[in-house]
Nanobody
Framework: QVQLVESGGGLVQAGGSLRLSCVASRSISSINAMGWYRQVPGNQRELVARIIGGGSITYADSVKGRFTISRDNAKNTMYLQMNSLKPEDTAVYYC?????????WGQGTQVTVSS
């Protein structure tokens, strides 16, 4: 069983920054894909950013130019640097990871952006 633990969420004013971390309980060097998703109550979970194993990165249009996804294989950690935050970025942020055919999710971390 693989565990993913997110951290770094919190309350920030519009225009501020936060950095989310997702630590995996196993090596991510051979991972197929890792990503950040977010969910607002009543809405579906949506992709924020994703890294495919070879290094290809995808961002949601709503966060392009503001958010940056990265990973540190030595620390088994994925990051999401979020700048120029907007109130509409308020959500629970989840990380996920795909190894072979197995998909794992973290427990989520709340991000609240005040106007």
């Amino acid at each position: 069983q693989v565990q993913l633990v997110e951290s770094g969420g919190g309350l920030v004013q519009a225009g501020g920054s936060l950095r989310l971390s997702c630590v995996a309980s196993r090596s991510i060097s051979s991972i197929n894909a890792m990503g950040w998703y977010r969910q607002v109550p009543g809405n579906q979970r949506e992709l924020v950013a994703r890294i495919i194993g070879g290094g290809s990165i995808t961002y949601a249009d709503s966060v392009k130019g503001r958010f940056t996804i990265s990973r540190d294989n030595a620390k088994n950690t994925m990051y999401l640097q979020m700048n120029s935050l907007k109130p509409e970025d308020t959500a629970v942020y989840y990380c996920n990871a795909l190894w072979s055919l197995n998909l794992y999710w973290g427990q989520g971390t709340q991000v609240t952006v005040s106007s």
